[in-house]
């Protein structure tokens, strides 16, 4: 049973920077598009960043676009998300996701995702 485990939020200060890491176990990533969603208090889970199975694309909600990086290193079966110049409302819990032969459309949060992690929070304030 393929499990994620994310680690890297924290407390920052706005402008500042974090980067998440999802760890996964139990199968290799290799055919697996992977993502990131978010779940500010009091509002609806969206989805912040994705990479499709084959590698062809990468996409970003407008909110984040130009800050923050989503990457993946199979070699280690984790993937990672830099997130630079923070802003409050990016404050949440952070959830990595994947899916076997997974999409990435524009509307990130369209693509189901059949395996998520437990989540962290991150909270930008100063």
């Known amino acids: 049973q393929l499990q994620l485990v994310e680690s890297g939020g924290g407390l920052v200060q706005p402008g500042g920077s974090l980067t998440l890491s999802c760890a996964a176990s139990?199968?290799?990533?290799?055919?697996?598009?992977i993502g990131w969603f978010r779940q500010a208090p009091g509002k609806e889970r969206e989805g912040v960043s994705c990479i499709s199975s084959s590698g062809s694309s990468t996409n970003y909600a407008d909110s984040v676009k130009g800050r923050f990086t989503i990457s993946r290193d199979n070699a280690k079966n984790t993937f990672f998300l830099q997130m630079n110049s923070l802003k409050p409302e990016d404050t949440g819990v952070y959830y990595c996701?994947?899916?076997?032969?997974?999409?990435?459309?524009?509307?990130?949060?369209?693509?189901?995702?059949?395996?998520w992690g437990q989540g962290t929070r991150v909270t930008v304030s100063s």
């Open positions: 996701v994947v899916e076997y032969l997974g999409g990435c459309p524009r509307r990130i949060s369209i693509q189901p995702f059949d395996y």
């Open positions: 139990g199968s290799t990533l290799d055919y697996y598009g």
